[in-house]
């Protein structure tokens, strides 16, 4: 198992890594504990808190630790308490975040209480918030259980919902107590959706100056379980380093959000059709349309250009989707919380393999090249049709 320093606690990586609850809990005796999970994370994942299923060998960082881990068999987690919200990103809004504070209300979650997210990124995302508000914030372990909120969604500290379609209008900054991330739970986790958390995966290696991620991904030809679940801990890495440096976003963090301006808004357009894009999908086609941006302003070459597109289209090039017309983006684009007027501020990619972290462009002026670009439609691989679940 390896573990990880993160801001002010750690990240454990490791097969059979949930077995570790037990031990945390332990820190809680006398307290309530509350599980949050949706509606497939309960269904296939909460039973691998009482039973872990994995045989590996895990060394313990805690105090009487058991020779070779947790037999099959014994329980894991001496709690007994779920909360379960309906899966998907059109929940992750006030009206799941008040059934959760309603239902801690009724589980008489104290201060000293302790909340464990086992899901996706929206149960991480919303159980950290509520947790971060709840009697002014108590602790939370993050368990991520899909790829996604493996390498990017569970590590960092922030925390939200979606306002009225609006991406994570509504957030907090609160440091989980711990997070595990066992791959084990992906056995069960969708194949599309296996694919979307490769998506946040492609950018850490973009934006990493180490390369070393982005090669060992371009040698996978068709990725699977097997290959991707080495990545996992080079991901988190490069993510946990850079909020080290700039934990509330204030400068260096913000290259996270590479992909993430045409992403959200390409992601927010899409709960309004009948086939709603998933995070990572609308990420990757964020990431395009932001390297074609880049381009556009002369920040990267063509070369360059057809590096990073072809390095996105190895993993996505299943992806078919109907793309919002260019007014739709913009308006969307001009209600995120990243713009200033009419100016957007993106982070783009640099020739040198660096980031501007705030390239202002007026989205209104440059909307002949957006159109133009829906072009994008051309990139190869983006063709207009049903999306395969
Ligand atoms: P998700 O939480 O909706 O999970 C995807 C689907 O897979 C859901 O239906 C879920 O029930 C199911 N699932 C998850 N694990 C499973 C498993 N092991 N077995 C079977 N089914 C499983 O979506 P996601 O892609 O995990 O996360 C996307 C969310 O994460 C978005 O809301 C995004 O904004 C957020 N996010 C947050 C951060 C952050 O820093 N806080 C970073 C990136 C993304």
Excluded at 66 to 73: D, F, R, T
Aim: glycine letters at 8%.
């Amino acid at each position: 198992m390896k573990i990880l320093q993160s801001l002010q606690h750690q990240i454990y990586i490791g097969d059979g890594s949930v077995s570790l609850l037990k031990e945390f809990t332990k820190q809680y005796a006398g307290e309530q504990i509350v599980v949050i999970a949706d509606e497939n994370t309960y269904r296939h994942c909460y039973s691998l808190l009482w039973h872990p299923t994995s045989t590996s060998k895990i060394s313990f960082p805690f105090s009487s630790p058991k020779k070779g881990g947790s037999p099959a068999g014994e329980r894991c987690l001496e709690i007994g308490r779920a909360i379960i919200i309906p899966s998907g990103e059109d929940h992750k809004n006030l009206t799941t975040t008040s059934t959760v504070l309603e239902q801690l209300l009724r589980y008489q979650i104290n201060r000293n209480g302790l909340i464990i997210n086992l899901g996706g990124g929206v149960v991480g995302d919303l159980g950290g918030f509520c947790a971060s508000i709840w009697k002014r914030g108590i602790d939370f372990i993050q368990v991520p259980t899909s790829l996604l909120a493996m390498i990017d969604a569970s590590c960092g500290g922030k925390n939200g919902i979606n306002l009225d379609g609006i991406k994570n209008q509504i957030g907090t900054f609160k440091q989980p107590h711990a997070v595990i991330v066992d791959p084990s739970f992906l056995k069960t986790l969708p194949q599309r959706e296996f694919i979307s958390g490769i998506a946040e995966m492609l950018k850490h290696a973009i934006i990493s100056k180490d390369k070393s991620h982005f090669y060992q991904l371009s040698e996978i030809k068709t990725p699977t379980i097997e290959n991707i679940t080495p990545q996992i801990e080079q991901s988190i890495t490069i993510k946990n380093e850079i909020v080290l440096q700039d934990p509330y976003e204030k400068n260096i963090r913000k290259v996270l959000n590479f992909g993430h301006t045409f992403g959200h808004a390409i992601e927010t357009w899409s709960q309004t059709t009948n086939y709603p894009l998933l995070h990572g999908e609308a990420i990757a086609l964020g990431m395009i349309y932001e390297i074609h941006l880049a381009h556009h302003l002369q920040l990267i070459s063509k070369a360059t250009t057809t590096h990073y597109l072809s390095f996105i289209q190895k993993f996505f090039s299943h992806l078919g989707t109907i793309l919002p017309t260019t007014d739709v983006l913009i308006n969307i684009i001009l209600h995120d919380k990243k713009n200033n007027n009419r100016k957007i501020s993106f982070v783009l990619p640099l020739e040198n393999g660096g980031f501007d972290l705030d390239v202002r462009v007026d989205l209104i002026e440059e909307s002949f090249f957006l159109k133009k670009s829906s072009t994008f439609a051309n990139i190869n691989f983006i063709t207009f049709g049903e999306i395969k679940s």
